[in-house]
């Protein structure tokens, strides 16, 4: 089965194809420029761009793995989570693909397919594990009895972790997205310089606007005023609070896990999206967690259409294909945080 991938959640562009045992033919991705001199995601752009550039990038797809539509099988397609108007292009862009070819559509979710990135490049991974989503939009932890099925144990209240990276890059004056500008800062950096502290919002939930906050107090000192200017600093200063930020923000979620593995009993942890990346992240799991720890390569940890060709065939041979695909901006899944309680 040879399927073909469409992801435009968010301001990627993507289109990817998947053979039958998992093999990634293609993976082109267009990432947006124009969202840089706004310092984020002006939704409106975002749509327009995937309506521009939506035909080339199935084209080089198509070219670079040297099929045509005629030979697809499948077509996946993010419907859900992300910006609407982005997930309206992709899904009608979709439906005309399967409807001129005559060939089945499903939908799958944005950040499941995240998680199923880590499972797709792995070899004998073992259920339950625990799916610990990590992105610019999203930050959660789920149950996941199998590669197709997730249940959620907790997520952010208030800001993803990948936002937040973006906020603090922005006070330190770095162009956007910075949360790999963070990560090179903080390594010239000292992590003990500021006492930024971990989130300690109780159960299985997380927090990352106080700690934004903190760091927005510790760069204007008394001058916390929302209009006064933010201070120029010195690339020592950045660095030294570039490594303290991040401390704090990947403790908040390390220090979660180890009761939460325990109350799942789960035997493995895949870890998926764009700050699945961050090496400091993937050392702190490491020496926190005794388990089993999977991450993507670098090429699926952004958005891409790779992993939703991929969870996309996986669902379709399931006999999990959706009749009726409709963008949808929210997922609400089942929880399950209620039954894990009380952690401390």
Known sequence: MLTLGLESSCDETACALVDAKGHIMANVVFSQQDHVAYGGIVPELASRAHLRVF?????????????????????????????????????????????????????????????YAAYMEAENVEFPALGLAVSGAHTAMFLMEDP?????????????????????ARFLGLPYPGGSLIEKLASCGCEESYSFSPSKVPGCDLSFSGLKTAVLYAIKGNNSNSRTPLPELSEAEKSDIAASFQRAAFTSIAQKLPNIVKKISCRSILVGGGVASNKYFQNLLKNTLNLPLYFPSSKLCTDNAAMIAGLGRELFLSDKSTIGIHPCARYHWESISASLSPLP
């Open 148 to 168: 197709l099925t997730y249940k959620l144990i907790g997520k952010s209240r208030d800001d993803a972790i990948g936002e937040t990276f973006d906020k603090v």
């Open 55 to 115: 035909p080339s990038v199935v084209d080089s797809a198509l070219k670079e793995s040297g099929v045509s539509l005629e030979d697809i099988d499948l077509i996946a397609v993010t419907h859900t989570p992300g910006l609407i108007g982005s997930l309206a292009i992709g899904v009608n862009f979709a439906k005309g693909l399967a409807i001129g070819c005559q060939k089945p559509i499903i939908g799958v979710n944005h950040v499941e397919a995240h998680l």
